[in-house]
């Protein structure tokens, strides 16, 4: 039987869902490749995994080799999307966030199982939209956060990019004025300090190995 596959172009064409159910089995304790390219193709090929077993050995690399390139397409924040009949709006002014979006967004945001919860809170309905200005629903807990799974995964990956990279700018801040601290101090605050093992430059370390862990990984 010919089975015929339709290969995504672009992550327009893959949801978030399905990357979250990728990232499920995609982990260090499993470290079956072959199975986990099966389960690739199956996932974001929409095949079932016995039709993806009759596939030509030459033609899954193909599309492994295909799949490969379109998420290693760089993304860029996405402020506005369609989802069904409803537009969505990033939220436009980050300094206004209040302690329960923040509360919620740093539960989630870390933990791909639960990444279309931490959209959620960062895209929400729009109410009012004047060309380039938009105003959005204010952040309330809801139990339709299931619909972010069918957001295209561009738009959460592009949302992902930007955090990292606004994480990344304000570490490097904190890394120049820590080192600028550490010239004013005399020599012998400083001894003092990293005999206690509070000193600076052990606060800089320690930022330095923060940075690797902010990485989102796109691959």
Not at 8 to 19: A, C, F, H, N, R
Not at 94 to 115: C, F, P, V
Request: net charge negative.
């Amino acid at each position: 039987m010919k089975i015929e596959i339709n290969v995504p172009d672009s992550l327009k064409e893959i949801t978030l869902g399905q990357y979250q159910k990728f990232e499920k089995l995609n982990t260090k304790e499993n470290k079956d490749t072959t199975f986990l390219l099966q389960k690739m193709v199956q996932i974001f090929c929409n095949l079932d995994l016995k039709d993806v077993a009759t596939i030509k050995y030459k033609s899954v690399k193909e599309v492994i080799k295909h799949l490969n390139k379109v998420f290693d397409v760089k993304t860029d924040l996405i402020p506005t999307f369609k989802l069904g009949d409803v537009e969505y709006g990033f939220i436009p002014v980050l300094d206004n966030m209040t302690l329960g979006e923040y509360i919620d967004l740093d539960t989630y945001l870390g933990d791909w199982e639960n990444m279309h919860k931490a959209m959620s809170v960062l895209y929400r309905p729009i109410t009012l939209n004047n060309k380039n200005r938009y105003n959005i629903e204010d952040y309330k807990e809801s139990d339709n956060t299931e619909l972010f799974k069918d957001m295209p995964l561009n738009i959460a990956m592009g949302s992902l990019v930007f955090f990292w990279n606004l994480n990344n700018e304000l570490l490097q801040i904190t890394l120049r004025y820590l080192n600028q601290e550490a010239k004013k101090m005399n020599m012998e605050k400083r001894l003092a300090l990293e005999e206690s093992g509070v000193g600076i430059n052990q606060s800089m370390d320690s930022l330095r190995k923060m940075l690797p862990g902010l990485m989102i990984s796109q691959n």
